[in-house]
C-alpha cells in the first residue's frame, strides 16, 4: 500500500497556461518588433533613392549653360522603376552672381520627401 506521498513530477495545468501566456506575449512583442524593422528598412530604400533623384536634378541644374528662372517649377522623373515628383524653387541671393535652389522629392504617398537646397551661379 502507499504511504500516502505523491510523486508528482512535471507541471500542473496552471502553470503550463501561465507558461504559455508569457510565451504568446513575448512572441507577439517579436512580430511587432519584425514589421517595424520592415517598414522601417523600406522607408529608408526609399529615402536613399530620393535622394540620389534629388542629386541627379542638381546635376542637371549645375551643369546646364543657361542658369534657372527665377519662381517655381514642378515636374515628373522616373528612377530606379519609380515615378518621383519634384518641385523647384529658385530665388536670388544678396549676391546678384549667385542663386538658391530648393528641391523637393516626393516619392510614394506617406513616405517623407526629400529636400535638397544648393547655390548655383549666375553666367
Known sequence: MGDGRHNDEGFTLLEMLVALAVFSLAALALVRLQGVTLRTAADLDSKALGQIVARNLMVD????????????????????????????????????RLLQVDLTIDGQPGASPVVLSFVRTVE
Open 61 to 96: 541644374v549645375q551643369t546646364d549653360p543657361i542658369p534657372p528662372s527665377v519662381g517655381e517649377e514642378a515636374g515628373d522623373v522616373d528612377n530606379g522603376g519609380r515615378r518621383w515628383h519634384w518641385s523647384r524653387t529658385v530665388k536670388p541671393t544678396d549676391d546678384a
